[in-house]
């Protein structure tokens, strides 16, 4: 499902079902101390990632968390990783074609209480309402929380820097199934010529929400390409 979000440079792998592979010492390390879940879904994690690494005809190698927890690939490569209670994906592209990737999977389910409100904007929220009642089949509230992972998953390789819930306004095409996340930066970030704006495609799957960006290698992304493409709403 994943794959379809994506355009075809990206190659993904995803699984439903917990794998069983041989660590290198390094990632065990990782997770020496955790819980058996957690050790887990960091396995699976990482046999996609291997999986993806063998279709693109690259050597497995360790792919260890960097700052923040951001996976650390090859030189030539983008990527992210993802999972949730049944479901673990990896998704990589050759640098020379896709600049970053975010992805997420989130259950489609509501969010717990109280959540939603420290993770968006009035206008959030007000398109959340309506698409409630309009598009039932879809956990709107929780969507939201699954882009803003994905834009961030997106942002913090690409550019280093943080990047909060409450600097995003998103809002969606529920009938195409893409979104836009608009970057609320100040005008330092700004200048570096860092992306203003994210576009991505969203799906449903097994009880899944899914969650993805690429942004091509040569994304114009300034402020003056941005500025011709704001966001027009929900549609």
């Keep these: 499902m994943i794959s379809t979000l994506l355009p075809a440079a ?4 995803e699984s439903t079902v917990d794998r069983e592979i041989a ?15 957690r050790q887990r879904e960091f396995t699976t994690v990482r046999w996609c990632a291997r999986q993806a690494l063998g279709r693109l005809g690259l050597p497995v190698v360790p792919i ?3 700052r923040r927890g951001a ?30 990737i975010g992805i997420d999977a989130e259950p489609n389910a509501p ?20 698409l409630r009642w309009s598009a039932a089949d879809v956990a709107w509230d929780r969507l939201l929380f699954s882009i803003k ?7 913090f390789p ?53 969650t993805a960006i690429a942004l091509p290698a040569r ?3 300034s402020p003056a390409d941005a500025d011709r493409h704001l966001p027009s709403g929900v549609r």
């Design 23 to 37: 660590l290198f010492p390094e990632e065990a390390h990782q997770v020496r101390n955790a819980v058996v879940g």
């Design 71 to 100: 996976p650390q690939w090859p030189g030539q490569l983008v990527g992210s990783m993802t999972h949730c209670t049944g479901y673990r994906a990896a998704v990589l592209a050759p640098r020379s074609e896709v600049s970053a």
């Design 158 to 210: 690409l550019m280093g820097r943080e990047l909060g819930f409450e600097d995003a306004i998103v809002t969606v095409d529920p009938e195409a199934r893409t979104f836009r996340a608009q970057l609320l930066l100040d005008r330092e970030v700004r200048a570096t010529g860092a992306p203003t704006w994210f576009d991505g495609r969203f799906g449903t799957a097994g009880g899944v929400l899914l």
């Design 111 to 130: 969010l717990p209480d109280r959540v939603l409100d420290s993770i968006s904007h009035p206008e959030e929220r007000a398109w959340i309402e309506r």
């Design 219 to 221: 994304q114009p992304g």
């Design 10 to 13: 990206a190659v993904a792998v």
């Design 64 to 66: 260890l968390p960097g």
């Design 149 to 155: 992972e994905s834009v961030y998953k997106t942002w």
